[in-house]
């Protein structure tokens, strides 16, 4: 097993395993596995690229294409968990149900509402109301435990099938699944094996054993597992769910913890031994750039503790606040990525205790000449919304602690709005750091260096 923690060199070892390959074969095929936000599209991408310059065509086969969409994914679970397989008109069944639940939105696909409108629908293919109810019931239940990185999720025997005809040179209708709808798309594009003479398939389940089992004994078949850590893991998905499906992040969260980590740990993970080659794909200064921008105040920073009192005296303070910040760190991770995730706790009792607030990604600053900090931030949970994911604190460390992240350090802050003589200020005080005073974004270059001299001689009043 190889194993590479840059991207340039993993690719160049899949070039040469593949040219390998094709002095023996006509087509290579490379599988491509790993956990869920790994990056496994973009290296897939990225390889494509690497294999073209250097004389190779290449096409990607996506398992996500492959999975059985929201009509067949409940439907095929009730029909294993409670009717053990052997429920009759199941594919006309899961047709009548696409047909309903298609234009419904992602939170109340198999609610109580939908439920009612799904039962005429699929009632002529019940030879009793029993079996009837007690599907209904059932597809509510699977639904509340729907995870979509179960191997369940995807058709793995019908993507093998339309690999192995594209290493006969044979035409496939392209699959489509779309993450918007959450359901297989109908599609009139046809690829023709002729025209490429590498095939990457990349999914979570690329080298599960359904998969493997598929092609034991060809010897053109390349093996590829990423990883990532904890932290990239977590950010690349809720980001990636919010851009690009109809579920919001709430749900994205509730489910990650739920059921995704156990997926990576239990079924995913232990895929990793099967591979020829491992890459560690943790995120790149491109992602770090990423998402809307946050632009902070002009700030200086004192530790003069008569420089703030005096400031405090004679200002108006018109708001203050407590607050108490969590930071989740990655095994091994680089402190100087700027990539900070933070979990912000609010008191309303002068900071006796702490309630958790909201949840924060930011990453890496723009270079500025004026040494403005301008970062991409992304808000993972706003506030208000933690108590629909954890009832407390402590459950949500469990969660991260579960998911091989660590905890801390943790800072509490209090932060002042002021006005001194007539300038906008705020005054944060950081437990073990000082004093920070923020100015206003129109706030005169002149009137923040007469602050700077000021506190730099102790003569602020």
């Known amino acids: 097993m190889f194993t590479f923690h840059h991207i340039d060199k993993w690719g160049f070892a899949n070039l040469d395993l593949i040219e390998e390959v094709l002095e023996h074969n006509s087509k290579a095929v490379v599988l491509l596995a790993g956990a869920s936000s790994s990056g496994k599209s973009y290296l897939a991408s990225y390889l494509v690229n690497l ?9 990607i086969i996506s398992l996500d294409q492959y999975n059985h969409g929201l009509s067949g994914i409940i439907p095929n679970k009730v029909n294993t968990n409670y009717f053990h397989g052997q429920l009759s008109h199941l594919s006309e069944i899961k047709a009548a149900i696409k047909n309903v639940i298609s234009d419904i939105s992602f939170e109340k696909k198999y609610d109580e509402e939908s439920l009612e409108l799904i039962k005429p629908k699929i009632a002529p293919f019940f030879s009793n109301y029993a079996d009837l109810d007690v599907f209904l019931k059932a ?34 209708v392209s699959k489509k699944y779309s ?17 490429y003479d590498v095939i990457l398939v990349e999914g979570i389940y690329a080298l599960d054993s359904v998969m493997i089992d598929q092609f034991h004994g060809f010897n053109n078949v390349i093996k590829d597992f990423i990883d990532g850590n904890p932290k990239s893991l977590f950010i690349r998905r809720i980001v990636r769910d919010s851009k690009v499906t109809s579920a919001d992040n709430v749900f994205t969260i509730s489910i990650y913890f739920k059921y995704i980590v156990k997926s990576y740990l239990e079924t995913i993970y232990p895929n990793r031994l099967n591979a020829d080659i491992v890459l560690f794909n943790d995120m790149t ?103 629909k994911i954890w009832k407390d ?16 350090p943790v800072k509490k802050k ?30 005169s270059l002149e009137t923040m260096e007469s602050f700077a001299k000021a506190i730099k001689e102790h003569k602020l009043l």
């Open 51 to 59: 294999l073209k310059n250097n004389g190779h065509k290449a096409l």
């Open 139 to 172: 597809l509510n239940a699977e639904w509340k435990v729907l995870n979509f990185d179960e191997p369940s999720v995807y058709n793995m025997k019908e993507a093998a099938l339309d690999i192995k005809a594209l290493l006969q040179d044979e035409t496939i």
């Open 179 to 195: 993450k918007v709808v959450s359901e297989r798309i109908e599609s009139d594009e046809k690829i023709s094996g002729s025209d």
């Open 285 to 387: 200064f491109t992602e770090l750039r990423a998402g809307e921008l946050y632009v902070t105040k002009d700030e200086i920073k004192t530790n003069d503790r008569d420089v703030i009192d005096n400031l405090l005296k004679n200002s108006q303070v018109n708001e203050t606040l407590y607050q108490r910040d969590i930071f989740f760190s990655a095994p091994n991770e680089n402190r100087e990525s700027h990539n900070i995730l933070r979990l912000r706790c609010l008191s309303d009792d002068e900071g006796k205790t702490y309630y958790p607030s909201s949840l924060v990604h930011k990453g890496t600053p723009k270079a500025r000449l004026d040494n403005r900090i301008i970062r991409p931030i992304n808000v993972l949970l706003k506030e208000g919304e933690f108590y």
């Open 393 to 408: 604190e402590g459950e949500c460390l469990r969660d991260f602690l579960m998911a091989g992240f660590y905890i801390g």
């Open 414 to 443: 209090i932060k002042r709005r002021l006005i001194y003589k007539g300038i906008k200020l705020v005054l944060r005080e950081v437990e073990g750091e000082g004093y920070y005073i923020e100015f206003e974004h129109d706030t």
